[in-house]
């Protein structure tokens, strides 16, 4: 089984598969990166070759990457051979996941979407949640992998597209990201005019209409000065992405397009780095007041 992309997922991903007995090869282009793979028991590949790999699971920043990766594989003969699984939880864009998983089907490997849903300590406690695309054959054979990564419950969609998954994820995060945003400004309209954050982040938390919706993100803007598990960057990438989507169908998406300018504005102010409640810093700075108990620092 070869692991490929071992950062903040990546890693905690091929850690659970060593546990689970699985004799595991890990890429990545960094050595430190490397070196954690092999003080967790991996083996580390001298070249890219994945010929003799019977899986492959493919966790990287985004679909530009994942397309170069194949890209380059397929140039020097090194794609694994028919009959391969690859299971990609990149959390790409819908055209890219779709040409990738295109171009692997076309070498004869079963290819199977799952952008996945959860952060680095998900992934190490085998908590992680998918959505799934992929021709049916594939998806089943890939099951016991997905179900090792994310529990029984693992599956949160399935569809016969890869594309459909990607852009099933693309849609949750961006109401997570607009609801976030949302969060913040309304906390900072009431406290613009006297009502304490406190008592606002309590009234929404509870309220009958938003229980249990918003939640969670609510505790983190109020409570925490955290800036969530996503970079701010790769949030603006899904946004665009979701953005381009609602164009090539012609369809007015003015809030997504709204929060995606949000967040492109937080980007350039702030720089990257996490997450989500970094657009919310943005309008702090905006309104030069806070929306929460504390703030992070600029940057």
């Known amino acids: 089984m070869h692991v490929v992309g071992l950062g903040r997922i990546g890693l905690p991903v091929a850690r659970r598969l060593i546990e689970a007995s699985h004799a595991v090869t890990a890429h990545d282009v960094v050595s430190s990166r490397r070196r954690a793979a092999q003080q967790a028991g991996a083996s580390t590949a001298r070249t890219s070759s994945m010929a003799d790999a019977d899986v492959v699971i493919t966790a990287l920043p985004d679909g530009a990457t994942l397309i170069t990766h194949i890209e380059v594989l397929a140039s020097e003969g090194a794609l694994p051979g028919q009959g391969t699984l690859?299971?990609?939880?990149t959390s790409c864009d819908p055209d890219s996941g779709e040409a990738a998983t295109e171009t692997l089907v076309a070498h004869g490997i079963q290819a199977v979407a799952a952008p996945l849903a959860g952060g680095p300590s998900?992934?190490?406690?085998?908590?992680?949640?998918?959505?799934?695309g992929?021709?049916?054959?594939?998806?089943?054979?890939?099951a016991p992998y997905l179900a090792l990564l994310g529990g029984e419950d693992a599956v949160l969609f399935t569809d016969p597209r890869p594309r459909a998954a990607y852009l099933a994820k693309l849609l949750v995060n961006g109401v997570w990201f607009a609801h976030a945003a949302?969060?913040?400004?309304?906390?900072?309209?009431?406290?613009?005019?006297?009502?304490e954050r406190s008592v606002l982040g309590d009234?929404?938390?509870?309220h009958p209409a938003l229980r249990g919706v918003l939640e969670g993100t609510l505790r983190d803007l109020v409570d925490s000065a955290d800036g969530g598990p996503f970079e701010l960057e790769r949030i603006v990438d899904q946004l665009r992405a979701l953005v381009e989507a609602a164009d090539r169908s012609a369809?007015?998406?003015p809030l997504t397009v709204a929060t995606a300018r949000l967040h492109q504005d937080?980007?350039?102010?702030?720089?990257?780095?996490?997450?989500?409640?970094?657009?919310?810093r943005h309008l702090e700075l905006l309104a030069d007041?806070?929306?929460?108990?504390?703030t992070p620092a600029d940057g």
């Not at 690859?86 to 939880?89: E, G, M, P, S, T």
């Not at 009234?203 to 509870?206: E, M, Q």
């Not at 980007?267 to 409640?277: A, M």
């Not at 007041?289 to 504390?294: G, I, L």
């Open 86 to 89: 690859w299971i990609d939880l």
């Open 122 to 132: 998900a992934a190490g406690a085998g908590q992680l949640r998918f959505h799934v």
């Open 134 to 142: 992929g021709a049916a054959d594939a998806i089943a054979r890939a």
């Open 182 to 195: 949302a969060i913040g400004e309304a906390l900072l309209i009431g406290s613009r005019h006297g009502i």
């Open 203 to 206: 009234l929404l938390r509870h």
């Open 251 to 253: 369809l007015t998406a």
């Open 266 to 280: 937080a980007l350039r102010q702030l720089g990257p780095g996490p997450g989500e409640l970094r657009a919310i």
């Open 289 to 294: 007041r806070t929306a929460r108990t504390t």
